[in-house]
């Protein structure tokens, strides 16, 4: 299983981009998918997570600004990110938790693609 992330790139304070990740290769059904972030010299942390079925968790810091979302035909999540702030700077990280099979479930976690706030 492969997960293919894009959209990143440099913006302007308050401006606005839209990330995508799309999974492929063997796949049975996917359930949670959902974006982390790093900030140089920073943990990674959740940003938001999406099931299958809708349930959305964000964290607090994006709450109002970032939407997620998700096609399940196309095993693919994206994250629209609004009113972005120079603190929103971080390669981000797309994951999914994949069934291989009925019985087989790992998480994947995407290449990373970096987002920059700066004017």
């Known amino acids: 299983v492969q997960l293919q992330a894009s959209g990143g790139g440099l913006v302007q304070p308050g401006g606005s981009l839209r990330l995508s990740c799309a999974a492929s290769g063997t796949i049975f059904s996917v359930s949670i998918m959902g974006w982390y972030r790093q900030a140089p010299g920073k943990q990674r942390d959740v940003v938001a997570t999406?099931?299958?079925?809708?349930?959305?968790i964000y964290a607090d810091s994006v709450k109002g600004r970032f939407t997620i979302s998700r096609d399940n035909a196309k095993n693919t999540v994206y994250l629209q990110m609004n009113s972005l702030k120079p603190e929103d700077t971080a390669v981000y990280y797309c994951?999914?938790?994949?069934?291989?099979?009925?019985?087989?479930?790992?998480?994947?976690w995407g290449q990373g693609t970096l987002v920059t706030v700066s004017s």
């Open positions: 999406i099931t299958s079925g809708g349930s959305i």
């Open positions: 994951f999914a938790n994949v069934f291989t099979s009925s019985r087989v479930r790992s998480n994947y």
